[in-house]
């Protein structure tokens, strides 16, 4: 697989995770974006 595709791959999973635990649980589910957001894999 080539890197970009991998890359957008893994950011469509973190995204997709992250909106179940914002739906689960809306403090926990901002908690995980910041800390995505922070990490550098999640960018808008």
Known sequence: ???????YYIQNKVITAARYLSNKNNEMGSN??????????YVN
Not at 1 to 7: D, R, T
Not at 32 to 39: A, D, M, P, Q, T
């Open 32 to 41: 995980c974006f910041v800390l995505i957001s922070k990490s550098g894999i």
């Open 1 to 7: 697989m080539h890197l970009s595709s991998y890359k």
